[in-house]
DNA sequence: CGCCCCGTTGACTCTCGTCAACAGACGTGG
DNA sequence: CCACGTCTGTTGACGAGAGTCAACGGGGCG
């Protein structure tokens, strides 16, 4: 062995076993909480996922690529973005637990998608999901209403960008962050100042500045950069609306 | 009479009669080379729309209110926004002719639209669209495409607010516009300067300045403000990726 | 132990927003 | 027919918010 696997390999590896195992060992079957076991969808068992993994800052798919497959995330965290030819880069959407991404309009990936940390995924082949979809009205739809989330979502981005301040950017990232780990108020960030600059369309520095000017305010208390406790009720003032 | 007539009021209508005409006697039948006819899609005749006008600047829905119908622009221009308390708005779409709107996720328009300029529209009720999507994959599939590519429109505008410069969203817009008019490269602009400024995340004043230095750069010439040629390829090189 | 990466902070710059004035087009009504 | 007000678009002067460049501390990993 040695070469590194690929998802293609552990498609095939995972056809010629039964019953499925995880190429790493760590099968436990049914994902986080998510209800959805290994099947595409909770109430779809026939399309069957099969796990791999990916290290820490690994790329899953680059923009221009055949999308040959989609993913969803069992565990860790996904980051999709797009990228300009001087650098400049921009996230379009974390990916957390449970989270289905890869979908993309044609035949090619129009973002690049890489692992946050260390993520464990559900693989699906596109095609025979798209041939599902033909057959069943009720996939189909599974399909519409998942693009229509993320449309949405996109939509509230754009908002965000458009017509907001770098304090009132980082404040609605940080609820919404909070809502997607459970609306405890306190928990880690599984990404770095880079990646949430430019999820938010803003530098680094901004970033940093911007914490400790809602930690000044109260709104907020950092424990080591990545830990945070929120004081919600200050930052959902901050985003007001 | 003398009461404003309701897409309600002109489905009823509508109803009552066959074969279908517009309220405003421009029943000339198809619609303008958008190949669809009355049907919701090319190939599915039984979903047939109502002819309907709204005024310039007319609502057509507000954010909020009960997703009843769904639209499909004639002639005319419709843009899709949203608005924070402070009045501050972010334009998320133009829908010219032939461009369907009004699909949202939920029960509720989570957008406003209104009309740019005089437009007719054939509207259609929502819940029988959603019945058909559930009984047959074909009508699903061809929703899903279209939320999709809608989603490929709105991460683009994503990178466009979050990571380019003033002279680079105006130019990347001229382009995509010029596109959609058939790509002469001469045309028209139906929205004002406004709408620009809350479609790109810049205010007025930006847009008009990024106008005329782009026509000092030679990238365009403007004939009374609206009127616009373009000089396609530098204007390319400005958007460069 | 040392290097590198991440995060923070300071000083300065620059793009874009704000406030204001003005010109031209348009519609209305005297 | 012209005076008037309004609306759109342009331009200038100025200011604020975010970007750039740079330095530095701390932690993790080889």
Known sequence: MGTKPTPRSALAA?????????????GHGSGHG??????????????????????REEEIYGEGEDA????????????SHKVLSDGRRQI???HLAGSLFGFEQGDVHWHTAE???DTRVLIFQRRPIERAATHSA?????LWSMATANLRDAQDLTLLLGRRSAQERLAAFLVEVDGRFGGTGTFALPMTRRDI???????????????????????????????????????RHVVEN
């Not at 995972?14 to 760590?26: D, K, Q």
């Not at 998510?34 to 290290?55: I, K, M, N, Q, V």
């Open 34 to 55: 998510t209800g959805y076991g290994t099947g595409l969808f909770a109430d779809c068992p026939d399309l069957l996922g099969t796990p791999f993994s990916y290290a």
């Open 115 to 117: 692992a946050l940390a």
């Open 197 to 235: 600059a430019d999820y938010l369309g803003l530098t680094i520095e901004t970033v940093s500045r911007t914490f400790s000017q809602l930690e000044e305010d109260g709104a907020l208390r950092r424990s080591g950069g990545r830990q945070i406790t929120l004081h919600r009720a200050r930052l």
């Open 68 to 79: 040959e497959f989609v993913y969803r995330v069992v565990e860790g965290a996904v980051r």
């Open 138 to 142: 009720e996939v189909a739809c599974q």
């Open 92 to 94: 379009t959407g974390f």
């Open 14 to 26: 995972a056809r010629s076993r039964t019953p499925l195992r995880s190429i790493h060992g760590n």
